[in-house]
Structures are given as C-alpha cells and as structure tokens.
C-alpha cells in the first residue's frame, strides 16, 4: 500500500509539472495610444520599429515596450517579476511598415524567430532584435539587413542588454581614466 501511496504521489507531481503556458497564457492586448513604454516612459507609438508586451500572472494590464529589445532585457533583468504568462513581440512579417507596426500582429516571443545583429533600429534608436512569427521571413531580412536568425532562447544576453547610443550620439570611451 505503501508503494502504491508514493506511485501516486509521484505521478501526481509530474502531472503538474507540464506546460502552465500551454493553452492558458492570456491574449495580447491591442496596441493603442494609451500605451507607455515601461523603461523610456513615452509613448511607444511615437518610436519605429517592433513593440513588446508582457503579461504578468494575476494582472491583466500588460507592459508596454518601445521595441522588442526592451521585452527581452525585461525577461533578463534580475530585478524585474518573474512571474511572466506571456511576453508578446510585433510579428514584422505581418506589419504594415517599420513606422507602424500593427496593432494587432503580436506573436509569443518564446515562438518567434528573431533578427539579432543587423542593421535594423528600433525604439530609442538601438539595434533591434527584430521578431518574425515565421522563420522564412525572418531569413529574407536577414539576407536583406544583416544579422542572424536565432530563436528567442539563443537570443544572446548582450544583444538585448548591452548599453548603445541613441544614433547620432559618441559611443562611450573605453579607454580607461
């Protein structure tokens, strides 16, 4: 009886083991006006280029990010929540342009294919990790930008955390004092 206590047990610990994600992460939210982004504080519409958002268990309101780099240093910070159901990232092969990227066009980024190391900027003029739902499209801009087609967990920590100028500022000097 003894055993048969601890075979159930142990199935009933590997059941809940699964996939929490897998058929119950919540919807995206549409990207409107009233969004601010979580780390620029401004309005992600007034920036070009792919939008994150992550959904954290138990809030409904999402975070809103000014590019999907910032969605991924977000899941890479130490000091953020953990408690991540969904990040969201702007499927650009489904997005009407750089400028506008859709409201509506969201892909999970644990799913999406990503364009690490181009030439792309987005948000705050930073290279962009640029999100594609499908990985063929994500290969033609590659070919036609540059960079490398990585899935969201060969994303390097760097490419999302590492400091750059805003375009048109002098890189910091690495020279020491």
């Excluded at 997005?95 to 409201?103: E, N, T």
Aim: charged fraction near 20%; charge should be negative; include cysteine.
């Amino acid at each position: 009886m003894k055993s048969f206590a601890a075979l159930l047990l142990a199935a009933l610990a590997l059941a809940g083991c699964g996939d929490r994600n897998a058929g119950d992460a919540p919807k995206p939210a549409s990207l409107t006006a009233q969004a601010i982004g979580r780390y620029c504080g401004m309005n992600i519409l007034e920036h070009p280029g792919p939008k994150g958002q992550i959904l954290l268990r138990g809030n409904p309101e999402p975070i809103w990010f000014s590019s999907a780099r910032d969605a991924l240093a977000f899941t890479m910070l130490p000091e953020e929540p953990k408690d991540i159901a969904a990040i969201y990232v702007s499927d650009m092969g489904r997005a009407p342009s750089w400028d506008a990227p859709g409201a509506d066009n969201w892909v999970e980024a644990r799913k999406a294919w990503f364009v690490v190391g181009g030439s792309a900027r987005g948000g705050m003029g930073v290279a962009e990790l640029v999100p594609f739902g499908e990985k063929a499209a994500a290969e033609r801009f590659a070919a036609e930008k540059g960079g490398t087609v990585m899935a969201f967990d060969e994303v390097p920590p760097s490419a999302a955390l590492a400091a750059e100028p805003a375009s048109g500022e002098e890189p910091p000097s690495r020279e020491p004092n």
